[in-house]
């Protein structure tokens, strides 16, 4: 059979969109250089300890301040990609980007974050520190290494479908997703290197999320 006679495309249309944006440097260094100063002040570490609101069992998570946020382009940053992705996603214009919450993630050696999902309506990931190396496996024969990989799940396992997406951290890669999309983190090892990462939560105009009004 030709192929010329009989070509194929392959659709996707089924299952929720995933964003990945890369991070301006300015943005990098800003928000390295914010982390950086609140590790060295014990008195701000405290006062914006998120841990307990949180999923991880890692060193430490904190959140942004919102001054921070706004003068450091974040936000900005943010908002144009968020309105981006829905707006390639659904063909829908965003009015509204409402930051609910956003935080650093500071994982070393053997920390993990379990399977969990976000509040709001979107939400996001994106890397500012990763180690050189994830470790090594306890088995080399495997095909792949899961270490300190970021893990997306949907749904189940089916023919011809699939239910997770691995994603290896790279520093200024940046992930949006729908807040439902479950996700987990997995431990790393041979190393005292830290894996930073900063998220967020956010909610757009409800008349865009809402998909089961106006039909």
Request: with cysteine; net charge neutral; charged share 25%.
């Amino acid at each position: 059979m030709s192929e010329k006679k009989n070509p194929i495309q392959i659709l996707r249309p089924f299952g929720p969109t995933i964003a990945r944006v890369t991070m301006p440097p300015e943005l990098i260094l800003a928000l390295n250089t914010y982390v950086e100063n609140v590790i060295s002040d014990e008195k701000k570490s405290k006062e914006l300890d998120h841990g307990s609101k949180l999923a991880g069992q890692v060193k430490q998570e904190f959140q942004l301040e919102m001054s921070f946020l706004e003068s450091s382009g974040f936000l900005k940053f943010l908002g144009v990609a968020v309105s981006n992705y829905v707006k390639f996603a659904m063909g829908e214009e965003i009015k509204k980007l409402e930051v609910l919450s956003s935080w650093i993630v500071r994982q070393f050696k053997d920390e993990y974050n379990p399977t969990h999902w976000h509040s709001g309506h979107v939400s996001g990931v994106g890397y500012l520190k990763v180690p050189e190396s994830m470790g090594g496996q306890k088995q080399e024969n495997k095909k792949s290494n899961p270490n300190g990989k970021l893990e997306l799940i949907h749904g189940s396992k089916m023919f011809l479908c699939n239910s997770t997406l691995s994603i290896t951290p790279k520093i200024g890669d940046f992930y949006f997703f729908p807040n439902y999309m479950m996700h987990s983190v997995y431990p790393f090892a041979d190393t005292d290197s830290e894996r930073r990462s900063v998220s967020f939560n956010a909610k757009i105009d409800d008349s865009v999320y809402n998909v089961y009004t106006g039909q």
